[in-house]
């Protein structure tokens, strides 16, 4: 079957790749769409170290083809949206609803993959970009049949971060101001998660003015290339400041704009080791500076709430998907997304 494999080196299309069958507690997933996010492009350009040969891809949706022993939630047949969340379900965390938080979930990758004989990885549990792929139950979730698929598989990353970081994370409220650095997938999803939140002003902050239409659909009420001019927009700060690119100086100026009480989000990835800095008594009048992972999301719960909000005319996954590439044409998906012309490109099998 075909995948998109990275070798440490380069990455290129496969046709020689092979997945195990399902083993108890596991589904095997016919991957009909898959978004390509910024961490599998952060795979290749070493900002996310990760152990290769591995397959990519971690945001899909397709239908399931066969269940391993003791799976009831989801049967052949059914279409599923994939989260990157391999939880375990029953330590403490899972039990407090923080599966986001489960160590059996991060920094264990498997192997379910081979090529001529050899192991391959797994990439975040998930490893979309291939036709078939072998995930946790827990990771598979029932959507509705009349979701499209390109749709769809952005929900399992995209949709859970950005959505996630502002209703379980921050859970921004009614009436509150919400500055969103940066109007990538992840951004786009903010903003949109702040509209759905009810906030009253909603600034995004991009250095294309290009993406001013796109970033107003999702709920933006003003937009601006700087974030110098955010104090005239919000002269006392911003109550949530979401930073979504993943640079040090956007950090700082994300901590800098919060009015008193307010928070930024950190969504975006530097590279590993990056430090970035701030004044220590910019924070005494009760701001936060928050981590978000995965949208602090409960994927079983979250992806179906979601589903039915896009099932409502709520929420916005078709205007995500700005361009849709065969799986052979990774590279051109890979350009188009580095140069920023796509909101979010996705690869069909």
């Known amino acids: 079957m075909r995948g998109v494999i990275y070798d440490g080196k380069q990455v290129r299309v496969a046709d020689d790749l092979e997945v195990r069958d399902p083993g108890p507690g596991e589904v095997l997933v016919a991957v009909s769409a898959a978004g390509l996010c910024h961490s599998d492009l952060s795979v290749l350009d070493g900002t996310i170290p990760f152990p290769v040969p591995v397959v990519l891809g971690h945001e899909g949706a397709g239908v399931v083809e066969a269940v391993g022993a003791g799976v009831g939630h989801v049967v052949p047949g059914d279409h599923v949206a994939l989260s990157t969340l391999a939880n375990c379900g029953t330590c403490a965390d899972c039990d407090r609803g923080r599966p986001t938080m489960c160590r059996q979930a991060i920094g264990r990758p498997g192997r379910p993959f081979s090529r001529d004989g050899r192991p391959v990885y797994q990439f975040a549990a998930n490893s979309a970009f291939a036709e078939r792929t072998v995930v946790k139950a827990v990771q598979a979730v029932r959507i509705p049949k009349d979701i499209p698929m390109p749709s769809a598989a952005l929900i399992g990353c995209g949709v859970l971060t950005g959505l996630g970081a502002v209703l379980n994370r921050a859970?921004?409220?009614?009436?509150?101001?919400v500055l969103v650095i940066g109007t990538g997938g992840i951004g786009l999803n903010v903003l949109q998660g702040a509209r759905i939140a009810g906030a009253l002003r909603i600034v995004a902050v991009d250095a294309n003015p290009e993406k001013e239409e796109l970033a107003r659909r999702f709920g933006a009420t003003d937009f601006l290339t700087s974030t110098e001019g955010v104090k005239d927009v919000l002269p006392t700060g911003a109550d949530h400041a979401f930073e979504c690119v993943g640079r040090v100086e956007l950090i700082r100026a994300a901590i800098d704009?919060?009015?008193?009480?307010?928070?930024?989000?950190?969504l975006g990835v530097p590279p590993a080791a990056a430090e970035a800095s701030f004044k220590v008594s910019s924070l005494f009048l009760d701001k936060a500076v928050l981590g978000c992972r995965y949208g602090s999301s409960r994927p079983q719960r979250d992806i179906a709430l979601y589903a039915e909000l896009y099932r409502q005319g709520r929420l916005l996954?078709?205007?995500?998907?700005?361009?849709?590439y065969p799986v052979e044409d990774f590279e051109k998906a890979r350009a188009d997304a580095e140069a920023g012309r796509v909101a979010r490109g996705v690869l069909t099998f």
Do not use: K
């Open 317 to 324: 996954l078709d205007e995500l998907v700005t361009g849709t």
């Open 171 to 177: 859970r921004v409220d009614r009436g509150d101001s």
């Open 257 to 266: 704009l919060l009015d008193r009480h307010g928070q930024a989000v950190l």
